[in-house]
T-cell receptor, first 113, second 111 residues
Framework: KAGVTQTPRYLIKTRGQQVTLSCSPI?????VSWYQQTPGQGLQFLFE???????NKGNFPGRFSGRQFSNSRSEMNVSTLELGDSALYLC????????????FGEGSRLTVL | GESVGLHLPTLSVQEGDNSIINCAYS??????FIWYKQESGKGPQFIID?????DKRQGQRVTVLLNKTVKHLSLQIAATQPGDSAVYFC??????????FGPGTRLSVLP
């Protein structure tokens, strides 16, 4: 069974640009969560999608958004990039119950110059 | 929260010794806990989980202990190996909420 796949793995952007990251969950998993990981703040929850609906949201500004498609694939978008958005963005999937482990992808490393 | 990465708490152990990594969780309503291992350049990997109706759970070479009275979780790794070197995170969750991760501990296994 293929794991969680995130693309791209690495990308470099400049301030003010926008970026879209993609996540394909494990087959059969309906819930996708996104986390931002930085040295200063650790793993911070961004949002969770289940059946194309945002079910939970963390404390991030509106520049961070996401969506989920009918095949459970998810994208997150960050607009008007800031230097502080440089981070590893991790996607995790789970079958969809409110308990159960998260299966993480390898992450997308974003560098903002 | 505490820093992760360069400023992580670090535990150094000799190869073959047992390791104990501790975690204080924040929410007394949390009822599900997971330990994750993250190696450099990779996403976190599941190690072991425990629900709040248990106080101990064992896996292969790993044991998780849960003390709800003091909101404390620990991960014990038996006969630590070089491949165990990584950052370890605890995560807590209560029904309907998202997982909240601890700051992480870097485990360094000395030859």
């Amino acid at each position: 069974k293929a794991g969680v796949t995130q693309t791209p793995r690495y990308l470099i952007k400049t301030r003010g640009q926008q970026v879209t990251l993609s996540c394909s969950p494990i087959s059969g998993h309906r819930s996708v969560s996104w986390y931002q990981q930085t040295p200063g703040q650790g793993l911070q929850f961004l949002f969770e999608y289940f059946s194309e609906t945002q079910r939970n949201k963390g404390n991030f500004p509106g520049r961070f958004s996401g969506r989920q498609f009918s095949n459970s694939r998810s994208e997150m978008n960050v607009s008007t990039l800031e230097l502080g958005d440089s981070a590893l963005y991790l996607c995790a999937s789970t079958q969809g119950g409110l308990a159960g482990e998260l299966f993480f992808g390898e992450g997308s490393r974003l560098t903002v110059l | 929260g505490e820093s992760v990465g360069l400023h992580l708490p670090t535990l150094s152990v000799q190869e073959g010794d047992n390791s104990i990594i501790n975690c204080a969780y924040s929410n007394s309503a949390s009822d599900y806990f997971i330990w994750y291992k993250q190696e450099s350049g990779k996403g976190p990997q599941f190690i072991i989980d425990i629900r709040s109706n248990m106080d101990k759970r064992q896996g292969q070479r790993v044991t998780v202990l849960l003390n709800k009275t003091v909101k404390h979780l620990s991960l014990q790794i038996a006969a630590t190996q070089p491949g165990d070197s990584a950052v370890y995170f605890c995560a807590e969750k209560n029904d309907g909420q998202n997982f909240v991760f601890g700051p992480g501990t870097r485990l360094s296994v000395l030859p």
